[in-house]
Nanobody, 125 residues
């Protein structure tokens, strides 16, 4: 499966953005999906994940502000980001894996087999 993330940009602190991840070349509904981010000088960080059935999981740092979702009819995953903070500035990437991930496995990037290119999100204060 090929993934393409888009929707990033420059936004003021407190604002909102919605990222999208479009999938092609595979049966999207078969994949467990995730969002990760990487800020300059920092390691890649788990943001959120969603099962093929729509069960969602969010990192504590974004819980209550970000919402992951997917539309299997459109082969697309989303990340609605509200109340953005300076520390949310990063390159956001989407990822997919064809097996079910449980517990802490969801947050480890090494468990994902397919990656899209990143989209830059910059939050200005």
């Amino acid at each position: 499966v090929q993934l393409q993330a888009y929707g990033g940009g420059l936004v003021q602190a407190g604002g909102s953005l919605r990222l999208s991840c479009a999938a092609s070349g595979g049966t999207f509904s078969n994949y467990f999906m995730g969002w990760f981010r990487q800020a300059p000088g920092k390691e890649r960080e788990f943001v959120a994940a969603i099962s093929r059935y729509g069960n969602s999981y969010h990192a504590d740092s974004v819980k209550g502000r970000f919402t992951i979702s997917r539309d299997n009819t459109k082969n697309t995953m989303y990340l609605q980001m509200n109340s953005l903070k300076d520390e949310d500035t990063a390159v956001y990437s989407c990822a997919a894996v064809s097996r079910i991930l449980q517990g802490a496995m969801r947050s480890w990037s090494g468990n994902y087999d397919y990656w899209g290119q990143g989209t830059q999100v910059t939050v200005s204060s």
